[in-house]
């Protein structure tokens, strides 16, 4: 018995409802992504800068409300085509997913390096904390 066109490649009836394909790995997409958007905003708190020429261009048009925006719409066209490819092939959308993870963790990898080496070398408490921070002002009458 063959299954028909109806059906997906583990014999079970292709629908296009029902709960999500890999919600593991979708976790850990967002949560990554969202770490991706806090650590962007701490470097550009710090005086770094945006590598990304296109989230550059939307940070300086829309700010940081922008790029949340623009990074998680990628999110969700991932997660779509995750769920897509998933209901066609299940190996196909898990390798996809799996490969969305290893893509939105290099940010964050590469950040939190930056953010490291900006610690180790002291950079970070010069710009956080101010020399005169414990100054004694006084009022001269």
């Known amino acids: 018995m ?4 109806e059906q997906t490649d583990l014999g079970r009836p292709r ?11 979708y976790l850990w997409l967002v949560f990554l992504s969202a770490l ?8 550009l708190f710090l005086g770094g800068s945006e590598v990304n020429p296109v989230a550059d261009a939307i940070i300086a048009n829309w700010g940081m409300p922008g790029l ?18 998933g209901r ?8 996809l997913a ?11 990898l590469w950040s ?21 921070l414990f100054r004694v002002v006084t009022s001269a009458r």
């Open 36 to 43: 991706d958007v806090m650590l962007t905003r701490v470097i």
């Open 98 to 108: 799996i490969i969305g993870v290893c893509i939105a963790a290099f940010p964050v």
């Open 68 to 85: 949340s925006v623009f990074k998680f719409l990628i999110i969700a066209f991932v997660i779509v085509a995750c769920e897509y490819i």
């Open 112 to 132: 939190s390096g930056l953010l490291l080496s900006m610690a180790m070398d002291g950079g970070a408490s010069e710009m956080l904390i101010p020399k005169d």
């Open 2 to 5: 063959t299954p028909s066109s």
């Open 88 to 95: 066609l092939s299940r190996q196909q959308g898990r390798r």
């Open 15 to 25: 629908h296009w409802w029902g709960p999500v394909l890999f919600p593991d790995r």
